[in-house]
């Protein structure tokens, strides 16, 4: 059964420290994974999706990598601003069913 | 493309009452999801449809929860009787068929609280 793990649970950052959030997952055999955002209230809004096959992908400021033979993905977020106060979630695509599991989230305050 | 839509975004009812959420998927996608999201148990999935046909629904947590998918754009999720631990928040979501290179589009929720 996959498990997927975030940490820290909750950070809180001063504006424009650069920043690293971590997710990993127990079954690397996987046909993607996909970080969220979700502002309080709200729905979760896809930030980014990488293969398995890829190693990274970029957005703007946010960067995530995979490491799939060690079941690890990281999300960089450069410059980071209040904006970017949210819960992250990464969820992974595992190869032998179709459903996507859920990290339990890193909730980021970035204070001004 | 407006995205997936789900009715209501706010539902109070009453234990006991029967409750239906509803959800339209993106145009074209062959997958629909449905999820919970708690404090406790963060997001679960309940059911998932493939092509209006439900594959897997293991999470489906008792009898009282059904799903059904009439056709390729509507989607329902039905409670009854409703508990006050229903309380939570509904998601939808939908995918395309190519599995391995698209992700998930999520819907914005249906708060469900019972009373």
């Known amino acids: 059964k996959q498990e997927v793990t975030q940490i820290p649970a909750a950070l809180s950052v001063p504006e424009g420290e650069n920043l690293v959030l971590n997710c990993s997952f127990t079954?690397?055999?996987?046909?993607?994974l996909q970080w969220f955002r979700q502002d309080p209230g709200k729905g979760l809004t896809s930030l980014l999706l990488i293969q398995s096959s890829q190693r990274e992908q970029t957005s703007g400021r946010l960067n995530a990598s995979l490491d799939k033979s060690s079941g690890r993905s990281t999300l960089y977020i450069a410059a980071s601003q209040p904006g970017d106060s949210a819960t992250y979630l990464c969820?992974?695509?595992?190869?032998?069913?179709?459903?996507?599991?859920f990290g339990t989230g890193t909730r980021l305050l970035v204070s001004p | 493309d407006a995205g997936v839509i789900q009715s209501p975004r706010h539902e109070v009812t009453e234990m006991g009452q029967e409750v239906t959420l509803r959800c339209k998927p993106i145009?074209?996608?062959?997958?629909l999801f449905w999820y919970r999201q708690t404090m406790m148990r963060g997001l679960e999935l309940l059911i998932y449809f493939n092509n209006n046909v439900p594959i897997d629904d293991s999470g489906m947590p008792e009898d009282r929860f059904s799903a059904k998918m009439p056709n390729a754009s509507f989607s329902t999720l039905k409670i009854q009787p409703s508990e006050p631990r229903d309380s939570a928040v509904y998601f939808c979501a939908s995918s395309p068929r190519t599995l391995a290179n698209y992700g998930y589009t999520f819907g914005s929720g249906t708060r469900l609280t019972v009373v």
């Open positions: 969820a992974v695509r595992g190869t032998g069913f179709q459903k996507l599991v």
């Open positions: 145009s074209g996608h062959d997958y």
């Open positions: 079954d690397s055999a996987i046909y993607n």
